[in-house]
């Protein structure tokens, strides 16, 4: 190996190893629904690993827990879709703030017979932007419904 082969494979090891406080920052909060819709798109379209993927660059925290809960929702979701299918639609149902600090969006992955919910959290500690802090789903959907008279 080149001395600068050497040079730039350490530089790229570095690189990929910068803390969570270098993670690019969405500017809005309109870019928060626009980036986790593309990650809900990638989810529908059955390929997991690139939504998490198009997310990372935006973590506020270790990236080693999110790869790992990544690589989780990958084997969960394809016994998801051996059990119910492919996805029909994604909708985009609440958005939660606190302040200027916090934001929580949440989406529903919907299949024929069921429904998954997905939680996007972000958090902006300064004026540089949010970041991506959490990301969950789970089958329970009851904190989801809201009191709404029929029409």
Same mark, same amino acid.
């Given at each position: 190996?080149?001395r600068? $082969?050497s040079?730039?494979l350490? #530089?790229?090891?570095?690189?990929?190893?910068?803390?969570?406080? #270098?993670?690019? /920052?969405?500017?809005? @909060?309109?870019?928060l %629904?626009?980036? !986790?819709g593309?990650f809900?798109?990638s989810?529908?379209? *059955?390929?997991?690993?690139?939504?998490?993927?198009? %997310?990372?660059?935006?973590?506020?925290?270790?990236?080693?827990?999110?790869?790992?809960?990544?690589?989780?929702?990958? *084997?969960?979701?394809?016994q998801?879709?051996?059990?119910? *299918?492919?996805?029909?639609d994604?909708?985009?149902? @609440? $958005?939660?703030?606190? /302040?200027?600090?916090? !934001?929580? =969006?949440?989406?529903?992955?919907?299949?024929?017979? /069921? #429904? =998954? /919910?997905?939680?996007? !959290?972000?958090? @902006?500690?300064d004026?540089? *932007?949010?970041? %991506?802090?959490g990301?969950?789903?789970s $089958?329970?959907?009851?904190?989801?419904?809201?009191?709404?008279? =029929? @029409?």
């Open positions: 190996m080149t600068l $082969t040079w730039l350490a #530089a790229l090891i570095c690189t990929l190893s910068l803390p969570a406080a #270098a993670a690019d /920052a969405l500017g809005s @909060r309109e870019d %629904l626009q980036q !986790t593309v809900m798109d989810v529908a379209s *059955g390929d997991i690993q690139a939504a998490y993927r198009h %997310l990372r660059p935006h973590l506020g925290v270790d990236s080693q827990p999110y790869d790992q809960s990544a690589k989780d929702a990958v *084997g969960y979701f394809s998801v879709a051996d059990q119910a *299918g492919k996805t029909l994604t909708s985009q149902v @609440r $958005t939660e703030v606190i /302040a200027n600090d916090f !934001t929580r =969006i949440s989406w529903l992955q919907k299949f024929r017979s /069921a #429904a =998954i /919910a997905w939680e996007f !959290t972000f958090y @902006r500690p004026a540089d *932007g949010w970041k %991506l802090v990301v969950s789903y $089958t329970d959907i009851e904190y989801l419904y809201r009191d709404q008279p =029929i @029409r």
